[in-house]
């Protein structure tokens, strides 16, 4: 099935966005939905993990208590929004489905199914 990510752009340090990321052929909350990023010259690091069914939600230490991720179930589609954004938060962000098992949901390659990334970028 596809994901189609957006909602990404250029904002101010302490401002906020929200990605979105549309599903279609099949349902979200039958999968763990998960946030990546990738800074330039970096590798690709998870941001937060929803469970199957959203059983639990997880975020990184780097995010937590700024990013939200949620899963609206009838538009079928999953949001990461962002709220006090710093520079060192500007990358591509992606979307990715699949089942990975709980050990290995931090890990991009356990993903099946991926949203074109969306560039965000935190600058004055």
């Known amino acids: 099935f596809q994901l189609q990510a957006f909602g990404g752009g250029l904002v101010r340090p302490g401002g906020s966005l929200r990605l979105s990321c549309a599903a279609s052929?099949?349902?979200?909350?039958?999968?763990?939905v998960a946030w990546f990023r990738q800074a330039s010259g970096k590798e690709r690091d998870w941001v937060s993990v929803r469970r199957r069914g959203g059983t639990q939600t997880y975020y990184s230490d780097s995010v937590k208590g700024r990013f939200t991720l949620s899963v609206d179930n009838a538009k079928n589609t999953a949001y990461l929004q962002m709220n006090s954004l710093k520079p060192d938060d500007t990358a591509v962000y992606y979307c990715?489905?699949?089942?990975?098992?709980?050990?290995?949901?931090?890990?991009?390659?356990?993903?099946?199914?991926w949203g074109q990334g969306t560039q965000i970028t935190v600058s004055s």
């Open positions: 990715a489905t699949g089942s990975p098992i709980l050990s290995a949901q931090w890990e991009y390659r356990n993903y099946r199914s």
């Open positions: 052929g099949v349902s979200l909350n039958s999968y763990t």
